[in-house]
Antibody, heavy 120, light 107 residues
Framework: QVQLVESGGGLVKPGGSLRLSCEPS????????MSWIRQAPGKGLEWVSY????????NYADFVKGRFTISRDNARNSLYLQMNSLRAEDTAVYYC?????????????WGQGTLVTVSS | DIQMTQSPSSLSASEGDRVTITCRASQSISDYLNWYQQKPGKAPNLLIY???RLQSGVPSRFSGSGSATDFTLTITGLQPEDFATYYC?????????FGGGTKVEIK
């Protein structure tokens, strides 16, 4: 069955960097667009970024543009989110999610999430 | 950016009730509307995509309708496991945006 497992979260100081990873299984990773979505404590869902199946296309929410970079390695079956210049407001659970078939931009499978805390 | 507004933000209902949640888009999004269920401490789970298509494995008591700017999620015969928070999401254009959520609580 489809599984997505995130890792790399933790406590980081404002201005610091962190790299999140997501390891998929149960499907052909290279066939799907992938995305990161976050949820601040007690708040709703915010889309962060997506990447196309072959990494040709990426897209970012304005609030992370220029600070976060999404990437993937299809040979290693891994998705990444490099987060730089972190701010307190980036504190959230970050979910890796698969984008539905035919790039329909809904999220049909989600990981369990990894918590990023930005605090001094 | 397309704003998604859900109502109500919370509701109380009893087991067996019919529950309707509304989602309104700030501009027409055709049928590019999706619904998710999230339980505390868990990741969201896709229920409905393309406004009315039931995701595989989701019980048939969940249904979606609507087009353009107004959409509804209906749960017919609320079950104990349905007490959760529900989110709509538009997939018409980036940035992809979610509604603020509707928490369904036990009356």
């Amino acid at each position: 069955q489809v599984q997505l497992v995130e890792s790399g979260g933790g406590l980081v100081k404002p201005g610091g960097s962190l790299r999140l990873s997501c390891e998929p299984s149960g499907f052909i990773f290279s066939d799907y667009y992938m995305s990161w979505i976050r949820q601040a404590p007690g708040k709703g869902l915010e889309w962060v970024s997506y990447i196309s199946d072959s990494s040709t296309y990426t897209n970012y929410a304005d609030f992370v543009k220029g600070r976060f970079t999404i990437s993937r390695d299809n040979a290693r079956n891994s998705l990444y989110l490099q987060m730089n210049s972190l701010r307190a407001e980036d504190t959230a659970v970050y979910y890796c999610a698969r984008i539905g078939p035919n790039n329909a931009y809904y999220f049909d499978y989600w990981g369990q999430g990894t918590l990023v805390t930005v605090s001094s | 950016d397309i704003q998604m507004t859900q109502s109500p933000s919370s509701l109380s209902a009893s087991e067996g009730d019919r529950v309707t949640i509304t989602c309104r888009a700030s501009q027409s999004i055709s049928d590019y509307l999706n619904w998710y269920q999230q339980k505390p401490g868990k990741a969201p789970n896709l229920l409905i995509y393309a406004a009315s298509r039931l995701q595989s494995g989701v019980p048939s008591r969940f249904s979606g309708s609507g087009s353009a700017t107004d959409f509804t999620l209906t749960i017919t015969g609320l079950q104990p496991e349905d007490f959760a928070t529900y989110y709509c999401q538009q997939s018409y254009s980036t940035p992809l945006t979610f509604g603020g959520g509707t928490k369904v609580e036990i009356k």
